[in-house]
């Protein structure tokens, strides 16, 4: 059994996908981009902090592994956030628009004496979004609580020219390289 340091119902559906018995567990992580700090840095770290946070909340449980994970969508070189209010969420949008950007996914396993780690990196192709389309999209709710203010998985895909990279990865959590983690850890795929 592992411990998934997430909320996500993303995260959580990949995660079962993969057939390994989960439960999650609530962490608060402070996410911020540090001063200096790259965009595969930020997200590394944070995906560290939340496996960490996981393992410090099971305290003493001997055998604990936790899996950490977070996303970010990077343009330009600028970390794009979550959408506070349906104004950012266009702003995100537009300039996401007809646009080629990166989506970093990093994934931490940790336990009590050990720890692995995996960031996957995919090109995210956009076509040209008119500003019905913007708004037609928020009014929809879905850009709410995604980075970049969309979901691959959902209504967006229409707007998704193409990718280079991992599908899962841009979902939130890379399936190959997450498989792998676990398998180095001796948990066992689809024994659930």
Not at 131 to 154: H, L, M, S, V
Request: glycine share 10%; with cysteine; net charge negative.
């Amino acid at each position: 059994m592992i411990y998934l340091a997430s909320q996500s119902p993303r995260r959580q559906e990949l995660l079962a996908q993969l057939g390994v018995r989960f439960e999650t567990i609530n962490v608060t992580v402070h996410e911020q981009l540090q001063v200096g700090e790259s965009p595969e840095q930020y997200v590394n770290r944070v995906a560290r902090e939340k496996a960490g946070a996981g393992l410090l909340q099971l305290g003493g449980q001997a055998q604990a592994v936790v899996l950490g994970a977070d996303t970010d969508v990077v343009i330009d070189g600028n970390v794009l956030g979550k959408p506070a209010d349906a104004d950012q969420a266009a702003a995100l949008l537009r300039r996401l628009s007809g646009r080629t950007h990166q989506v970093h996914t990093a994934v931490w396993l940790v336990s009590s004496g050990r720890e692995c780690s995996a960031t996957v990196s995919t090109d995210v192709c956009f076509a040209e979004l008119t500003d019905r389309e913007i708004a037609d999209y928020i009014a929809t709710g879905e850009p709410f609580g995604k980075a970049g203010a969309y979901a691959i998985q959902g209504r967006a895909a229409a707007f998704i020219a193409g990718i280079t990279g991992s599908y899962s990865g841009v979902m939130g959590l890379p399936l190959h390289e997450t498989s792998i983690l676990l398998r180095n850890f001796g948990i066992p795929l689809w024994s659930a």
